[in-house]
């Protein structure tokens, strides 16, 4: 009998058909990922799957009607951007679609236990993408779709969604701010684009607590994200206890990423995938979707994208880099966020949740 592969990765090449050269958001970041993959004949391990374009109706689930015929009539007109950073191409439209049909193909697949972890390396990336306007990159928010599906679908009540690209994932914020049946947790470089994702952003009416927002300064490395893990995201998932487990993986918090301030290095990464796998291990079956959202590095990326795998598939892959130790300035600013951080939202959270548990 064949062995089941537990780990599936979600790819299609016309993701590479949304390109500009001359952008860091270019077709080049999913090459190197997947060239590396197979020159370490690592694709055996995984899973392969490919995903077919979503239904508006779908994307209609977080964007408006208004904003998706907008985006489809610029596409039409040879528009080349939606906004200053955001570029258009003739195939955008169709892509966008597809790439929030691959994170929607991928949720799907770990509720219904037909994998326990998927991997999308999609673009365009979309945790930029508000309801009614695409930003940073991002046309769609593939992320917020796919969760807001796994809600309705499959009637999860606890979703945790973890993001930690270096920016902060305000059209995520911005689709479950009210709503508790989402936990966003997000790590991101302050100040930074694109500004949201204050500490003081907790949440509004039923959501209120359910919003989670961890601002670090530039510079802090991969002992800074580990505090992070231990003293805010662990507890407050052993709060939550969730159903499913959703991860914004951005790659931009890698210490060489030409656009992020961060200095994390492959170890880091490694430890914050085995913090999500032990949350997934301890309350969801192991459940997790991962999405790609940014990293500029061409080479940083593939091995980071590479070493979280590694991780998910207990691969023992060495990890051929030093860590850097971030200042003791730094250090000792992150702490002080992270203890004010911690001693805000778990409260928050533990009420939120006694109310939520009693109506
Ligand atoms: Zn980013």
């Known amino acids: 009998m064949v062995k089941k592969k537990v780990i599936g990765l979600i790819y299609h090449p016309d993701f590479l058909l949304h390109n500009q050269n001359y952008h860091p958001e270019k077709k080049?970041?999913?090459?190197?990922?997947?060239?590396?993959?197979?020159?370490?004949?690592?694709?055996?391990?995984?899973?392969?799957?490919?995903?077919?374009?979503?239904?508006?109706?779908?994307?209609?689930?977080?964007?408006?009607a208004n904003y998706i015929k907008s985006l489809r009539n610029m596409v039409k007109q040879g528009k080349a951007y939606l906004d200053a950073d955001t570029y258009l191409t003739p195939y955008s439209y169709q892509v966008a679609l597809l790439s929030v049909g691959g994170a929607i193909t991928a949720m799907r697949m770990v509720m219904k236990e037909t994998l326990k972890v998927a991997y999308v390396i999609n673009r365009p990336p979309g945790h930029h993408a508000s309801a009614n306007r695409g930003m940073g990159f991002c046309l769609f928010n593939n992320g917020a779709i796919a969760a807001k599906l796994a809600l309705t679908e499959f009637n999860i009540k606890r979703l945790l969604y973890i993001d930690w690209d270096v920016h902060h994932g305000n059209g995520i914020q911005q689709a479950f701010y009210h709503d508790p049946r989402v936990l966003y947790i997000s790590l991101h470089e302050n100040p930074a684009f694109p500004g949201t994702g204050a500490i003081e952003e907790t949440g509004a009416g039923l959501g209120k607590g359910y919003n989670i927002n961890i601002p670090l300064p530039p510079r802090c490395g991969d002992k800074e994200y580990q505090k992070a893990f231990t003293n805010i995201i662990m507890p407050a998932a052993d709060i939550y206890r969730p159903e499913l487990i959703m991860v914004s993986a951005g790659y931009d918090i890698y210490h060489q990423d030409p656009l992020g301030h961060m200095q994390v290095t492959y170890h880091g990464l490694a430890t914050m995938t085995s913090f999500v796998k032990k949350i997934a291990n301890?309350?969801?079956?192991?459940?997790i979707v991962l999405f790609l959202e940014g990293g500029y590095h061409l080479q940083g990326q593939a091995e980071a994208v590479t070493t979280t795998l590694s991780v998910l598939g207990n691969w023992r892959r060495p990890i051929k880099e030093e860590i850097i130790i971030s200042s003791s300035s730094i250090k000792s600013e992150a702490s002080q966020i992270?203890?004010?951080?911690?001693?805000?939202?778990?409260?928050?959270?533990?009420?939120?949740?006694?109310?939520?548990?009693?109506?």
Do not use: W
């Open 282 to 287: 301890q309350h969801c079956q192991g459940k």
């Open 338 to 359: 992270i203890n004010r951080i911690r001693r805000q939202s778990l409260p928050l959270l533990l009420k939120a949740s006694d109310t939520i548990y009693r109506n």
């Open 28 to 64: 080049e970041r999913l090459e190197a990922i997947i060239n590396l993959l197979h020159h370490e004949k690592l694709l055996t391990k995984l899973q392969l799957i490919t995903p077919k374009v979503a239904k508006v109706k779908e994307v209609r689930t977080i964007h408006t």
